[in-house]
């Protein structure tokens, strides 16, 4: 049991990158500033979450679905695989969004372009 939230994430990051590649929203569309991203998202993320460790205000959960395995004090090796699902889920979602933002905006020319 002690690999079910480990797991759950790994499953997720794979539905990340399955709707990546198949409506190619980030990393498909571009690798490297896509490399890049992902890794500024999770430099500031863990250095979110060390500095909230610091301060007393994060703690590690105690739960069975967990490995144990911890990176530093507070911080389980789940939470970087937790921080990378999280930034490639903003990382697809910006990807829609400006494809359909530049779909809308296509759509709306072709139809003053029909009515002239």
Do not use: H, K
């Not at 994430?9 to 571009?30: N, Q, Y």
Request: proline letters at 2%.
């Amino acid at each position: 049991m002690g690999l079910l939230y480990l797991l759950a994430l790994l499953v997720s990051i794979t539905g990340m990158v399955v709707l990546d590649r198949r409506f190619t929203l980030f990393f498909f569309r571009d690798a490297r500033r896509a490399s890049i991203v992902l890794v500024a998202g999770l430099v500031f993320f863990v250095g979110w979450d060390l500095a909230g460790i610091g301060l007393g205000i994060f703690f590690r959960g105690e739960t069975s679905f967990m490995t144990g395995l911890q990176l530093a004090p507070e911080l389980p090796v789940e939470e970087i695989f937790f921080l990378t699902l999280l930034c490639y889920l903003a990382m697809n979602l910006f990807g829609f969004l400006t494809r359909a933002s530049a779909g809308q905006a296509g759509r709306g020319t072709r139809r003053e372009a029909v009515r002239s």
